[in-house]
């Protein structure tokens, strides 16, 4: 059998190991200069003035809603389609996450239903770069300064992908990266908000420490045992042995990134002619940083057991995402159900992920691609064709 092909992964080399070996040894396992030095790399990286790491991209976007300030009462727009992270970090602080559909061919956030969901309670738009394709930001900049809203990009998916030649972490009041495993790079779990802004950064510094004005070593420096809190925080710090193997694997992103835009660029290729999968569109006004590449069958009753087959066949194909209000939670908590978003859900229907990651090789694409036409000649594509409704 052929080997299993996830649909993401790491790349870790004997550097990043030796990298992180290294921090093992000294005297600072967590709380230390690793910290700060990913911080920085990270933030000039994207062309931000701050960067504050914590322990996962949730506790990021959590570190984030709570910058601004978010609370009960308060409303906060989601896209329909994304990970379950992007819209429970609104309800962490007590506020209510408000779902926009998204456009058919790229599956990002619709600006004009974002401005139709605007009411008297929200307080900002998370956008998400789903995939690795930066939302359309100037549209939703607009939007955001003409309701009073403040912008934050879920960049999870786009760490060194640009919009208009502008790098994501500038486009955006705050962004949030995630390092874990699957995605650009990684620090296990791990991730970051960068920033222009001084206060929000400060806030989020706090944050991610119980709440408390100053962190060990600068207790440590000013010779005092003394510390205030003065929000309510959580433990979300990130250790110096993680940070490490960021700085590592940060070096390494420019190539992750180009080779993922390769792969990319085969499969847009050799699926050119395979009529039953139709690919999301790119913007010409972007880099595209591709952590997901996704397809749509024109046949939306075969998803299902295409996902199946591909299984069978070690492909590993995923779905990204059930859209986040059909989940019980949201259904029983906020009374949520179908019919909300109807692009999302049309477009949920037929959409699966193809392995990508930068390992995977040349001829591991020729091989998906082969399965995958395999698989539909065994399922047969157009048989019972759905209409081709919103396929064009
Ligand atoms: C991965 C991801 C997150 C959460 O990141 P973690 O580091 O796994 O907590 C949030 N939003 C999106 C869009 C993601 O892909």
């Not at 209510?96 to 401005?115: G, H, R």
């Not at 992103?253 to 050119?272: D, H, P, S, T, W």
């Not at 069978?312 to 209000?325: A, C, K, L, Q």
């Not at 209409?387 to 064009?392: D, R």
Request: include cysteine.
């Amino acid at each position: 059998m052929n080997k299993f092909l996830p649909y993401g992964r790491h790349v870790i080399d004997e550097d990043d190991i030796a990298s992180v070996v290294e921090v093992l040894r000294s005297d600072w396992l967590t709380t230390g200069p690793k910290v700060g030095e990913l911080e920085k790399a990270v933030a000039s990286y994207c062309g931000a003035r701050h960067g504050v790491a914590v322990s996962s991209g949730t506790a990021a976007l959590h570190a984030a809603m709570h910058a601004l300030g978010i609370g009960p009462g308060d409303e906060v727009i989601v896209p329909a389609i994304t990970f379950v992270a992007t819209a429970n970090c609104v309800v962490y602080q007590g506020g209510t996450p408000v779902f926009a559909d998204v456009e058919p061919d790229t599956l990002l956030i619709d600006p004009a239903d974002v401005e139709r969901k605007i009411t008297g309670k929200t307080k900002a738009i998370i956008a998400v770069d789903y995939a690795g394709q930066p939302c359309n930001y100037d549209t939703l900049r607009e939007i955001a300064n003409k309701h009073g809203l403040n912008l934050v990009a879920d960049a999870c998916h786009s760490l060194g992908a640009s919009y208009k030649r502008r790098k994501v972490g500038t486009l955006a009041d705050l962004t949030v990266f995630s390092f874990h495993p699957v995605k650009h790079i990684t620090t296990g779990e791990g991730g970051m908000i960068v920033t222009d802004g001084e206060e929000l950064a400060a806030r989020m510094r706090r944050f991610r420490n119980h709440g408390i004005a100053t962190d060990h070593r600068q207790r440590e420096a000013q010779r005092t045992w003394r510390y205030e809190m003065v929000d309510l925080g959580f433990n979300y710090r990130i250790s110096d042995f993680q940070c490490a193997l960021g700085m590592s694997q940060l070096r390494k992103l420019a190539g992750f990134v180009e080779r993922r835009q390769e792969i990319a660029f085969r499969y847009n290729q050799k699926l050119a002619n395979l009529d039953e999968v139709k690919r999301l569109l790119v913007s010409e006004n972007v880099t595209h940083a591709y952590h997901l590449y996704v397809v749509r069958l024109r046949n939306n009753h075969i998803r299902t057991s295409m996902f199946k087959e591909l299984r069978d066949r070690n492909i590993g194909v995923n779905v990204h995402y059930v859209p986040v209000y059909l989940h019980p939670f949201y259904r029983n908590c906020f009374g949520t159900g179908s019919g909300q978003c109807q692009v999302a859900e049309e477009q949920y229907s037929r959409i699966i992920s193809l392995p990508i990651y930068p390992a995977l090789t040349d001829e591991e694409v020729a091989r998906v691609v082969e399965e995958l036409r395999l698989s539909l000649t065994k399922i047969g594509g157009s048989e019972n064709n759905n209409e081709g409704k919103s396929w064009s």
